[in-house]
């Protein structure tokens, strides 16, 4: 299991906690989303002194200050996992950038948006995250078929976990059969597990021996059909050509319910070949206390028959699982509207504490 710090800031950047986290606790990635940057950017004065010369250089458009402060936090962290990117040949040291989420249900703008950010961010350890909606399916086949790594997230379903698989092979395939490489292109599928427990125990009874289990469960399926998939002659055909897997990324796995242990959602999921990525608390107290001794298992005929007992409960995981990917979207939809008025409330202020004549300068007429 690789472990990925589910944060990014300037703070963290600029303090070296970075670096010490990447030193200390074996932290080889970093994933970061519009809720994480909110709470960077709106939450630290780190950022003025860029927020200063963007204004001077007349640059007023919200999301232009917003990818041009956290784009410069993405390559400062591809930087400094770099080393790790070089050691593991590829395979791991990268940092996600997520696309803006107002694009959630528009592919064509998706795809145009994840290649002028790949550009600009011009790191080969970086990954585009793309929500996994129909829009966002399309999107991911067709930016892997252009060459760039991309981090499919907020997937629920097993479904949509298969849909993410299949575009993401039918992207290699496209860019294989054109005639261009597909050596070096990274993908890796951010599967959600504690949100699920959160949304389905309310519903079970107190004493349920469903409680506290249907996450995991739900994951060790996503994972048994990862190795299946990922064992097959399609994808034989692909590796040979030096084609990567789509890794498992085990994503929310900090716990919602305090009567659960606090890293339950990473040691119960340790296994070959899967990432988990962890807010800073948890990461601490995996550090502090938790178990690899045991591997989540391949065989999912258990896990099976723990989601097949919802019905008999009167739960639809179909439906509840569409649901939490809807409101994930909707979720970061509101963080990143919450972005874009802070920063907006920012610059006012900048601009309150300059005199006169370089206010004009900074705002222009």
């Known amino acids: 299991m690789c472990v990925w710090l589910d944060d990014l800031s300037r703070e963290l950047l600029e303090s070296g906690e970075f670096r010490r ?35 001077a250089s007349g640059t007023r458009d919200r999301q232009e200050i917003f990818f041009a402060l956290a784009l410069e936090d993405v390559r400062r962290a ?17 940092v996600s950038f997520e696309c803006t989420p107002d694009l959630a249900d528009d592919a064509q703008s998706t795809v145009e948006q994840a290649v002028v950010v790949w550009d600009r961010l011009d790191r080969p350890n970086v990954m585009i995250k793309v929500a996994a909606t129909d829009a966002g ?19 629920f379903s097993l479904s949509r976990y298969e849909q993410a698989i299949g575009a993401y092979l039918d992207g290699l395939e496209r860019r294989a059969a054109s005639g261009q490489p597909i050596a070096g292109i990274t993908s890796v599928a951010s599967f959600f597990v504690s949100r699920v427990d959160a949304a389905v125990d309310p519903q079970l009874a107190p004493g349920s021996a469903l409680r506290g289990r249907i996450a995991i469960a739900n994951a ?7 190795l299946a998939t990922f064992g097959t002659s399609r994808w034989r055909r692909l590796e040979a050509l030096g084609a990567r897997p789509q890794r498992p990324l085990w994503a929310s796995v ?10 339950r959602y990473v040691q119960e999921l340790v296994a070959p070949h899967v990432i988990s990525t962890m807010p800073l608390k948890t990461l601490r ?19 099976e028959g723990l989601i097949h007992q919802l019905a008999a409960v009167g739960i639809d995981f179909v439906s509840l699982t569409d649901a939490l990917e809807r409101q994930g979207v909707e979720a970061f939809r509101d963080s990143y509207r919450q972005l874009l008025s802070s920063i907006e409330e920012r610059i006012a202020s900048l601009s309150a504490e300059v005199p006169g004549e370089l206010v004009a300068q900074r705002v222009g007429p």
């Open 78 to 94: 591809a930087d400094l996992l770099h080393p790790i990117y070089q050691v593991s040949e590829g395979w791991d040291g990268y």
């Open 21 to 55: 986290l990447i030193q200390g606790f074996a932290v080889t990635g970093a994933t970061s989303n519009p809720t994480i940057f909110a709470k960077a950017i709106t939450g630290s004065d780190r950022y003025d002194d860029q927020l200063q010369t963007l204004l």
């Open 220 to 226: 060790q399926r996503a994972y048994a059909r990862y």
């Open 254 to 263: 900090a716990t919602k319910d305090d009567s659960y242990s606090d890293v």
């Open 285 to 303: 107290a995996f550090g502090s206390h938790g178990d690899i001794g045991s591997s989540l298992g391949s065989d999912a005929r258990v896990a």
């Open 137 to 155: 399916i399309e999107a991911i086949e067709e930016l892997t078929a252009r060459g760039v790594n991309v981090n499919v997230t907020l997937l």
